[in-house]
Each structure stands twice: as structure tokens, then as C-alpha cells.
């Protein structure tokens, strides 16, 4: 018997606006650094174009086959905070279609860092865990969920965040099935990081997650079209424990428009696997509490971004390497002004603003192109930059 | 496969890209077998084939005095020549189609190049009766704010006329096609290259003290000098410690001059004239951004020169060459304050000029003059029937 363990991550970056050095220069900024920096008429567009694509027309289907599966149909979400502070500005109705699916008890709520940022990397430690507490608490009052298991920011792991997850008092905690972690064992099996005693990993399935994220409706695909007696007849046929299919959200809708026919996977999807007497579904809390049947030792951090599953697409060239450096610096005077300083420099935390920074070519390339609002990576790195300036300034010149 | 060839200008003596393409187009296709007689006006400098493959045919007597890209306000005319153009051009064509019948030479298409050569390809075509191919490297109304009708009337001619139309870019393509009708079926893109190798890469860590930002291009209307102007005194009121580069000759070095003084800004702009090919390849690489703020700019050759040095580029977004080389900032030709918003980031933050420099340089690699000649060379053999 394997447990599909499926869950969707949620996130929506807070896009900046467009500052030119020449505005910070001659001091023509706005006051309010959170209006100066955040694109809040583009942040609200993209965020309600979503909302209907995927959001809401997902989450509404997702509850009905809750009701209809009568509990065995189960899974998980992971929330940033970033997403949940939009949730709040321009969507309401988004935030009550999760608590809805919160309050049926089959879907769980997975911790963070509220600002889905990389501030498991900071010289700061201390921040790294305030953040994961925000989101923590944040869950706890907007969805009523005590998170269980822990996903750090783009699902980056190693033993070291393992042990820090550990020691906030996880069970479990998320990372790509990659094969140096894994070696040839299979991602369907729980593991426990090295250097932990308790905590333990849930691997993503990489190639079965992806066939629906990235393949779906890829007509060139020798598998396509993929419905969900196909894909359940594949779930079937897997060893193992659970079978950790880690998806965005955004597949449903926005990566693959409808027109695809994503959504009537979905819909078929719960109904296909239980007809299989070896599958079922499980949570990820449920999931985490099983026996590891195996030790990973990631020393170097592992991410489900690009080719590389690395730190690369957010820190892989000098411009990512210089933005990073420079916010993380302000960490001191920001937290010392609190407030709307602290708010700003917080947001711009976030990893999407480095993401927009990345230099690969080929296919990778096209995916970052794909989310980001900039016509390359050296407009973005520019707007980021004299924010950073501006936003020094107004700290007082560090 | 034998290719008459019409051309205006040819190295050393040129004024911009068709010169270059002209050069770099014949070499590479006689490396790739074809035989190719080049007919030009007879240049200023002398000048040599770069491959058996071949032939240089020069016509009348310094013809070459006008330049591919002037204009009857603009150009020098030469005292010898008749002082209209089309006269110009008309003699051209028949000094061509005379050396053409005297050699009683067999070619299997002729492909002439520009406005300036279309009335000798056409005769040619017909002479001969073997099709036509017209590169376009820019037309009238890239040129000229205000186009002379009877060029755009040239040059719609001979797109209309031609077997074959290239174009060096996309929007190009798209202006042949909208001011003059073309038949997109008949109209391909071929984009200009570069050869990479020769171009001196820049040093990250500059010796010199002051940062260089350079302009290079044609003085006229179509390559905004005057915006270049513009933007350097924004960046001068922020950052002293700037000199602005303008190299090039043209029509609108007087007006430059006055408003560098103008502008206030005359101690911070050196005006260089034209230099020489083996200068340029160090000019570009001892300068620390290159700007092209042209208002209309087909391809833009200077661009990709850039690149292959490694020097940051800021390009005007309506340039052609920005369909090939992604690795560089892009402005509207207008916006004054985002060309000097770009140019003081590019300045203060070194890890953006590091990144784009080693980019550019890689990119470039790609864009050799290597695959034009082989895309010419497919168009012949379309236009040809030889699969």
C-alpha cells in the first residue's frame, strides 16, 4: 500500500514598481517606502487574474471532491506569507475558499518562511526562525491548522535546515527526491536527515510531480494526453511508502490552462486512484509521523528549482550574489526603525526578486523569463538595486 | 554558383553597416564556394579581395565620395560626378551593366544591396535575365525623419521588383511590408554577424580613472546624438567623474558641438570624428557602456561590436539587433532620464556590468557572419529551385 501524498504551494510574489536611479538620486521617491517600492495596481491585477484561473474554480473542485470521496481524498498546502498579506489586501474570497477546505479536516497547512525568502542563509540566524514563526502563527489564525510539517522556501533542504526545522519541534520537513541525495534509493520512502533525531524528510517524486506540472500539455510528450486513469494506473504500480507529489498550485489553471484539461484530470484523479485498492491519500502530517526507512545526508543545499535542483536560480551569478548581500545588510537599521521599514525590508526578501536576477540560458531561461515582469535580468537587478539604494537612504545611509 | 554582386562601399572606406555586410557576406559565401564578383563605385582607398573566390570590380572614378547612408542635404558630392543623386545612381547602373556586357560574364542571379544599387540591379536582372535578390539594410524612412519620396519610391520599386527581398531584421521586414506593400512571402530575415574573435575584450578593472561612455555611430538624425547628449548631462549632475565618447562623423556635428556647450557639459564630451577599423576594436573595449540611442535602427551593427568586447550596452528598443543579442538594457529612444538611469547603475554597480560583459561575449560567439552567408546562400538556392 502506497499513500499519495500530494501538496500544493501557493505563492504570489509582490512585484516591484519601477524606480530609476535618477528618482533616488534627485530624492523624488514617495514617502511611504511600501507604496515607493511594491507595484500594488499590477500586484492586484496578476493576483485576481489567478484567482479566477486557478484559485478559486480549483479550491471550489477540490472541496467537492472532498465531500464526495467522504474523507479519503486528502492533501496539503503550503501558504507563504507573502501570499496570505494579498490574500488580505485583495482577496477575501481566495482566503475563505482555503479556511473552507481547512474546516473539512482533509487538507493540512504546511510552516514556512513567511516571506519566502532565503533567510535560512542569513549571518542572522535569529530571522530565519521569526519568520517561520510568523507563518506558523499566521496559519494558525487565518486557517485554524497547527502546521506539522515544515517546507522551507522553494522546498531548499539540507541537514543543517533539517535539524533547525527539528529543533522548532517539525516532524516532518519537505526536499526534492534528487539523486544525490538519494542515490538509487526511491524518493516513495520517508528519511531521516542526517543529524536528526526525529524529524523526518518527505522526498518529492520528481518525475510523477512533474509530469503533471511541466508535461501535461506538452503534445510532443509520448504520453500525452495524461488522464487520470493513466497517471492512477502509474501511482499503482509504485513502491513504497507514500508517493510525494509536490505540486505549484498554479499548474491548475494558470501553468495549464484549462483548456488543457487539467481540471478534468482533477476531477477524475481521486475517484481513479481509490479505484486502485493499493492507493490512497494522506496528508502530509500523517505522512510525517510513519517510521524513516533510511538516512540522507544533503550536506549542500537541494532546491526543486531548474535543471541544477541548487541554489543557482536564485544565487547563481554576482548580481543575485550583490542583491543579497546588500538587503541582507539592512537587516540591523530595518529592524531598528520596525514599522513599515521593517514590513519593506522583509518583503523584499523575497526569493522571486532574485529569481528574475538569473543569467541561464537554454531552458531553464525561459522558465524564469516566464514569471518575470522584466524585460531581462539586468532591468531587474537594476530596479532592485535602487530600491536597495533608496531604501538605505532611508535608513539613514548605512 | 556565380553571384553578381552589387555593392556601394567596402572596406576601409565606409560609413556603416552595408559596407561591413557587403565585406563579410562575400567572404564567407566564396568559403562556402561560391564564386562572387562584387561591382562598386570606385572606393576612395584601395581595396583587395578576401578570397580567390572573389572579384573586386570597381566602376567609374571616386564615385564612393558619397556615402551609402547620405542624403542630398547631407552628402559631400563629389565635383566629378553630376550633383544628383539619381543621376549618381543611374550612372552606377550603367557603368555596371556595361562592364557586365563587355565581360559577356554568365552568373546565375544578381543580388545588389540598398536603394543606392537597386536601379543597377534591376538592370542587370533584366540584362541577364536571372533573378534578383535585394538586401535591405535600411530604408528611407529609418533614415530620414522627413523621407524623399523618390528613394521610398526606389526602394519600393525594387522590393516590389526583386525574386527575393532580405531584410536584417524582423522589423524590417515588417516596415517593407507595411510602407511598401512587400509580399511577406518574399521577404526573409537574415540578421547581420559578427566575427568575434577580433574584437579586444574589455578589462573589468579599469586603469583609467574616468569612466568612458561611448557613442558611436553616424552624426544624423536617425542615430540620436542628440539624445546621447541629453542623457549625459543627467548622469553629469549626479556623477562628475564621466567622459562621454561621441565618434563619428556626420551632418549634425555642428549642432552637437553647440549643444555640448549648451547643455554645460562641453568639458565632459570629446568629439573624436571618424576613426578607422583597428581603432574602434580599442575604443570599445576601453570604454565602460556603449550606447546606441538610435530612432530607427534596422540592425545596428556597433552593437554586436560592443558586445564582442564586452563592454555593457544600452540599446534603443527599436533596433534590430536586440532580436538576436539579449544581453543588454533597453530604452525607448526618447526617454533621456531611463538611457541615464541605466548609464549611473551601469556605473555603480559593478556586479551588472561584470555579469552582462560575460554574457555578451558568449553570446556573441553565436552570432557569426558564418550563418548569414549560409542563410544568403539558402535564399539563392530557394530562389533558384535547388533543394
Known amino acids: 500500500m502506497a499513500s499519495i501524498c500530494m501538496y500544493f504551494q501557493v505563492h504570489q510574489p509582490l512585484r516591484l514598481r519601477k524606480v530609476q536611479l535618477l528618482s533616488v538620486l534627485s530624492g523624488s521617491m514617495p514617502p511611504s517606502p511600501m507604496d515607493a517600492y511594491f507595484n500594488r495596481e499590477l500586484n492586484e491585477k496578476v493576483f485576481r487574474k489567478v484567482a479566477e484561473k486557478c484559485y478559486l474554480p480549483t479550491n471550489k473542485l477540490l472541496l467537492k471532491l472532498i465531500e464526495e470521496n467522504g474523507g479519503d481524498f486528502r492533501f496539503s498546502f503550503s501558504l507563504t506569507g507573502v501570499f496570505l498579506e494579498q490574500c488580505r489586501m485583495f482577496g477575501s474570497d481566495v482566503l475563505q475558499s482555503f479556511r473552507r477546505l481547512a474546516d473539512t479536516g482533509c487538507v493540512d497547512f504546511l510552516a514556512e518562511t513567511y516571506y519566502h525568502s532565503l533567510a535560512s542563509f542569513y549571518r542572522d540566524r535569529a530571522e530565519f526562525e521569526r519568520q517561520v514563526a510568523m507563518h506558523h502563527e499566521a496559519i494558525q489564525t487565518l486557517l485554524g491548522v497547527t502546521p506539522r510539517v515544515f517546507r522551507n522556501t522553494e522546498s531548499i533542504f539540507s541537514n543543517e535546515i533539517a535539524q533547525r526545522a527539528e529543533a522548532m519541534g517539525y516532524s516532518g520537513i519537505v526536499a526534492e527526491g534528487t539523486e544525490g541525495a538519494l542515490g538509487s534509493r526511491s524518493p516513495n520512502f520517508l528519511y531521516r536527515p542526517k543529524g536528526c533525531s526525529r524529524i523526518n524528510a518527505l522526498m518529492r517524486n520528481y518525475p510523477l510531480s512533474d509530469d503533471v506540472g511541466y508535461r501535461f500539455s506538452s503534445r510532443g510528450w509520448k504520453e500525452w494526453p495524461l488522464t487520470a486513469e493513466k497517471y492512477a494506473k502509474w501511482l499503482s504500480n509504485c513502491d513504497g511508502q507514500c508517493i510525494n507529489l509536490f505540486l505549484d498550485f498554479e499548474t491548475f489553471g494558470e501553468h495549464q490552462w484549462s483548456e488543457t484539461g487539467i481540471f478534468s484530470f482533477l476531477r477524475h484523479l481521486p475517484s481513479e486512484c481509490l479505484s486502485h485498492p493499493n492507493l490512497n491519500f494522506r496528508m502530509a502530517r500523517e505522512v510525517a509521523e510513519w517510521d524513516a526507512r533510511g538516512e540522507i545526508d544533503v550536506p549542500l543545499p537541494t532546491s526543486w528549482a531548474d535543471m541544477e535542483r541548487d541554489l543557482s536560480a536564485w544565487l547563481g551569478n554576482d548580481m543575485q550574489r550583490a542583491c543579497f548581500d546588500e538587503l541582507q545588510a539592512l537587516g540591523s537599521p530595518a529592524m531598528r526603525r520596525g514599522g513599515e521599514a521593517l514590513q519593506a525590508w522583509r518583503l523584499l526578501q523575497s526569493s522571486d526578486h532574485l529569481y528574475y536576477l538569473c543569467t541561464k540560458s537554454l531552458a531553464d531561461g525561459d522558465v524564469h523569463k516566464y514569471f518575470s515582469h522584466y524585460q531581462n535580468p539586468y532591468e531587474g537587478f537594476i530596479n532592485y538595486m535602487n530600491i536597495i539604494q533608496d531604501f538605505k537612504s532611508r535608513l539613514g545611509g548605512v | ?387
Open chain 2, 1 to 387: 554558383m556565380r553571384v553578381a554582386m552589387i555593392g556601394w562601399e567596402y572596406p576601409p572606406s565606409i560609413t556603416g553597416g552595408l559596407g561591413v555586410h557587403c565585406f563579410e557576406l562575400v567572404s564567407h559565401l566564396a568559403a562556402l564556394g561560391v564564386e562572387v564578383d562584387l561591382y562598386l563605385p570606385k572606393q576612395r582607398a584601395g581595396i583587395s579581395p578576401p578570397h580567390k573566390n572573389v572579384r573586386l570590380i570597381e566602376l567609374g572614378s571616386a564615385t564612393a565620395r558619397i556615402g551609402a547612408y547620405g542624403t542630398p542635404i547631407s552628402m559631400p558630392l563629389d565635383s566629378n560626378y553630376p550633383s544628383d543623386i539619381i543621376g549618381t545612381t543611374d550612372e552606377f547602373a550603367r557603368l555596371a551593366l556595361s562592364a557586365v556586357h563587355e565581360s559577356g560574364m554568365h552568373y546565375d542571379l544578381v543580388h545588389c544591396h540598398d536603394w543606392l544599387t537597386i536601379p543597377a540591379g534591376l538592370m542587370l536582372r533584366d540584362f541577364l535575365g536571372k533573378p534578383l535578390i535585394l538586401t535591405i539594410h535600411s530604408t528611407e524612412f529609418d533614415r530620414n525623419p522627413i523621407p524623399w519620396n523618390w528613394i521610398s519610391d526606389i526602394e519600393s520599386l525594387g522590393v516590389r521588383s526583386a525574386d527575393r527581398t532580405i531584410a536584417v531584421s524582423k522589423r524590417t521586414r515588417q516596415h517593407l511590408m507595411e510602407k511598401y506593400g512587400a509580399d511577406g512571402g518574399k521577404v526573409c530575415i537574415i540578421h547581420n554577424g559578427i566575427d568575434a574573435e577580433k574584437y579586444v575584450h574589455r578589462q573589468e578593472a579599469s586603469m583609467h580613472k574616468e569612466k568612458l561612455v561611448l557613442f558611436l555611430g553616424r552624426l544624423s538624425h536617425q542615430k540620436g546624438p542628440e539624445q546621447f547628449l541629453r542623457a549625459a548631462k543627467r548622469v553629469l549632475d549626479h556623477e562628475r567623474n564621466v567622459r562621454f565618447l561621441v565618434v563619428g562623423d556626420g551632418p549634425l556635428l555642428p549642432r552637437m558641438l553647440s549643444l555640448s556647450i549648451e547643455l554645460g557639459i562641453s568639458d565632459r564630451v570629446s568629439f573624436w570624428g571618424f576613426v578607422p577599423e583597428h581603432e574602434k576594436l580599442h575604443i570599445y573595449s576601453h570604454c565602460d557602456a556603449y550606447v546606441m540611442p538610435s530612432v530607427s535602427e534596422p540592425f545596428g551593427i556597433t552593437a554586436l561590436e560592443a558586445m564582442a568586447s564586452g563592454t555593457p550596452c544600452i540599446l534603443s528598443k527599436t533596433s534590430g539587433v536586440t532580436e538576436v543579442a539579449k544581453n543588454c538594457l533597453l530604452a525607448d529612444f526618447w526617454d533621456v532620464d531611463e538611457m541615464a538611469s541605466q548609464l549611473l547603475a551601469l556605473l555603480r554597480y559593478p556586479s551588472v556590468s561584470r555579469v552582462m560583459s560575460q554574457r555578451q561575449i558568449v553570446e556573441v560567439r553565436a552570432l557569426g557572419w558564418r550563418q548569414t552567408a549560409e542563410k544568403t546562400l539558402h535564399a539563392y538556392n530557394e530562389v533558384l529551385g535547388i533543394k
